[in-house]
């Protein structure tokens, strides 16, 4: 499933290639019909993330205000966005469509095609208040509150591996951020979430911070310290191609200190960690 630092970019695709203008909408699939024809017409406000949930805020008519599309990808859903490099706007269906295409965005410049999500909703003022209210601290926003979270972290039985990956205690953390910050913290993820020292909290905070901003910016999840120094370079250049300390490195060897890293399933996903070197706090 794609974490936050992925929705966090493609708000900003979305935003340069619609921003303030009249987007044309349909939905191939037939799935979002009513709801297309919508937004059909409506004018570009903005486009947010909040953890891994989408909202775009547009220009609708005075009983619909308020109102924005929700997005949620889930695990299979993606949202591409390119020039369609016509000279003319062209109309939404006289552009190819490839796969099942919940809903096409067109402008004059680009065309956007959402595929597979779990969510595709419109959703009214009041809707996105309990939405929002379902959700923990997002690290990539600038309102988040980090206290929300050790609120809830500090209180609870559950381990800080559980904690991280509940979108109501931290909104979009996924398995490779949670597995990676545990890491780098050497902390036990089996720990439970009140025997958690606040200044170990602090450190989680600011490390899911700083690394899913850059994140943001290159387009992939870096969180090992020699691939950080070179994600300068690639910043626009493309995709940079990370390597793990743990995800995905179960029965190898901890490059830290060589006892070989586990996997286990917690909360229905495989969480790794190295047990020699990640330990619960004192």
Same mark, same amino acid.
């Given at each position: ?16 290639a619609?921003?303030? !203008? ?21 004018v570009?406000? /903005? ?7 989408? =909202? @775009?805020?547009? +220009?609708?008519p005075?009983? =619909? ?14 949202f ?10 062209p ?7 490839? /796969? ?21 909703? =419109?959703v009214?003022?009041d809707? @996105? ?26 209180? %609870? ?6 904690? =991280?990956? +509940?979108?109501? @205690?931290?909104? !979009? @953390? ?13 902390? &036990?993820p ?10 170990v909290?602090?450190?989680?905070? %600011? &490390? ?5 901003a850059? /994140?943001?910016?290159?387009? %992939?999840?870096?969180?090992?310290? &020699? ?5 300068l370079?690639?910043? !626009? ?15 190898q ?22 047990? !020699?070197?990640?330990?619960?706090? %004192?």
């Open positions: 499933m794609p974490e936050g630092h992925t929705i966090h970019a493609l708000a900003r695709r979305l935003d340069a619609y921003a303030d !203008g009249v987007v044309a909408a349909t939905s191939p699939q037939g799935r979002f019909t009513e709801g297309a024809a919508l937004v059909d017409g409506s570009w406000l /903005g486009a947010e993330a909040f953890g891994k949930h989408l =909202l @775009v805020g547009l +220009d609708l005075r009983e =619909l205000a308020g109102t924005r599309l929700h997005v949620h990808l889930g695990l299979f859903g993606r591409s966005v390119r020039q369609h490099r016509r000279k003319a706007r109309a939404p269906d006289d552009l190819p469509v490839r /796969g099942q295409v919940r809903l096409r965005l067109v402008n004059d410049t680009h065309v956007g095609d959402l595929r597979g999500p779990t969510a595709c909703t =419109l009214d003022a809707e @996105v208040a309990a939405l929002l209210a379902r959700l923990g601290p997002d690290p990539l926003r600038e309102d988040a509150d980090p206290e929300a979270g050790w609120r809830t972290i500090s209180r %609870s039985r559950r381990s800080i591996g559980a904690l =991280l990956m +509940d979108q109501s @205690v931290v909104a !979009g @953390v996924g398995n490779v951020y949670r597995a990676e910050v545990l890491h780098r913290a050497r902390l &036990d089996f720990t439970p979430g009140r025997d958690l020292p606040r200044e909290y602090d450190e989680l905070w %600011s &490390d899911l911070v700083r690394l899913m850059v /994140g943001v910016e290159v387009g %992939s999840i870096v969180t090992r310290e &020699d691939d950080l120094e070179r994600t370079y690639w910043e !626009g250049r493309g995709r940079f191609r990370a390597s793990y300390e743990v995800y995905r490195r179960a029965g060897a901890c490059r830290r200190c060589g006892e070989r890293i586990r996997s286990a399933e917690m909360v229905a996903r495989t969480l790794t960690w190295c047990p !020699g070197c990640q330990v619960a706090p %004192s």
